[in-house]
């Protein structure tokens, strides 16, 4: 099924919203239109809802009293964003051209385009938000692999896709919004054995206590529930995925947010999340597991 059949057909039979607030979550995505998203997405096309990680190139960004300036400053934020793709594309293991991965919480596409770009394979996307599904299947069609890639108006806690049936899946910052046992278990469900599945997320830190004031800013300004890092990894245990690796992308994602900090793209949060991961109290993590 080309990505032409599928928004409306889809939605009409995988189950969406469950409860009160995935609908309130569907809403929520349906009416984003950020300029932090769209603005980062079209230097290059590809649409992405996360932020970035590596170190800033200072030399591409030029004189901040230069006039291109802000326009530099931008596709260097969007270079950022691509690179954590790439990160966690890079721990999903062998991946073959026959092979299906599930991108859970696609939103607009960006990272099962970049999926199927490397690995040739098929990516099926899903998210609650029908806006975020059309936006993604039109800009998979004008790139030529609508046949390819694909985004469904679908619950990630409830998909349509056969036990055991999915190479490889992953959550790329869209685990705060579900149950860890509920969408553990449905990833555990449909990968095979031997699949991989990859988060990345922000994640409080136990070490800290409790979520601090950063934390529950994070949460209200995005309507989101942010888990613990010992949250996922019990989780996972509990629905037979074992992580074989767990990296702390905290101080790679840091300069991400300062440049951030000093666009016009500005939203309010950005001091939620870099003084959250100065002081601790907050992690950008990697958790990679392989479905037993």
């Known amino acids: 099924m080309t990505s032409t059949d599928t928004t409306t057909t889809d939605a009409a039979f995988v189950p969406g919203p469950a409860t009160p607030y995935q609908g309130d979550i ?22 992405h809802h996360h932020y970035g990680v590596g170190d800033v190139d200072h030399a591409a960004l030029g ?20 690179a954590q793709t790439d990160v966690l594309l890079d721990h999903l293991g062998d991946v073959g051209r026959e092979d299906t991965l599930v991108d859970a919480g696609c939103g607009r596409g ?14 099926e996307g899903v998210t609650l938000s029908s806006a975020q599904a059309e936006f993604g299947n039109r800009r998979a069609k004008e790139l030529g692999i609508g046949d390819h890639v694909r985004a469904r108006v679908c619950n990630m806690l ?7 049936s999915v190479a490889a899946s992953w959550n790329n910052e869209s685990s705060m919004y579900v149950d860890l046992d509920d969408l553990f278990a449905e990833h555990s469900r449909f990968l095979k054995v031997g699949g991989r599945y990859v988060t990345v997320t922000g994640c409080w830190n136990p070490k800290y206590g409790q979520p601090s004031k950063w934390v529950s800013q994070i949460n209200a300004h995005f309507e989101c529930n942010i888990h613990s890092r010992r949250e996922y990894l019990r989780a996972m245990a509990d629905n037979r995925l074992v992580p074989q690796a767990v990296v ?23 001091e939620a999340f870099i003084e959250s991961y100065r002081d601790g109290s907050f992690q950008y993590v990697l958790i990679a597991a392989d479905r037993v």
């Open 110 to 123: 960006g990272s099962s385009v970049m999926a199927h770009q490397r690995f040739g394979c098929r990516v």
């Open 248 to 270: 702390d992308l905290t101080p790679a994602t840091l300069p991400y947010w300062e440049l951030r900090a000093t666009s016009s793209l500005v939203t309010g949060i950005e």
């Open 63 to 82: 004189d901040p009293r230069d006039a291109a300036y802000e326009k530099r400053l931008i596709a260097e934020l969007h270079r950022l964003e691509s």
């Open 26 to 47: 569907a809403r929520y995505w349906n009416a984003e239109a950020r300029p932090v998203n769209l603005r980062l997405g079209d230097v290059d096309g590809l649409y």
């Open 158 to 164: 409830d998909t349509p896709f056969e036990k055991g």
